[in-house]
Nanobody
Framework: QLQLVESGGGLVQPGGSLRLSCTAS????????IAWFRQAPGKEREEVSC?????GTTNSVKGRFTISRDNAKNTVYLQMNSLKSEDTAKYYC?????????????????WGQGTQVTVPS
């Protein structure tokens, strides 16, 4: 069964850090472009960061979040530093078959169930 599983979320104080993990089962993650999305209550889902098959990245939270891959572990990470209350959301990872980071969500074919990140104000 093809599956993405996120982990690493939790409750963290403002200014703290978390590292989210996205692990694949049933397929090889490094052959896919992987992105992290987040959705806060009452808001639309937004892309946070993407890493393509060549290791190139995009990042909407510059200076605080970093996406990376560990191909040996079939895992993509999202390192989140200097967390703020506005980072509170459910974070999802998704996989696209494209070589480059897609411009539309419809290109992502596999989605995880999400992991909750809560940063109190």
């Amino acid at each position: 069964q093809l599956q993405l599983v996120e982990s690493g979320g939790g409750l963290v104080q403002p200014g703290g850090s978390l590292r989210l993990s996205c692990t694949a089962s049933g397929f090889t993650l490094h052959t896919y472009t992987i992105a992290w999305f987040r959705q806060a209550p009452g808001k639309e889902r937004e892309e946070v960061s993407c890493i393509n098959t060549s290791g190139g990245t995009t990042n909407s939270v510059k200076g605080r979040f970093t996406i990376s891959r560990d191909n040996a572990k079939n895992t993509v990470y999202l390192q989140m530093n200097s967390l703020k209350s506005e980072d509170t959301a459910k974070y999802y990872c998704a996989a696209a078959g494209s070589v480059w980071c897609p411009s539309i969500e419809d290109e992502y074919v596999y989605w995880g169930q999400g992991t909750q990140v809560t940063v109190p104000s």
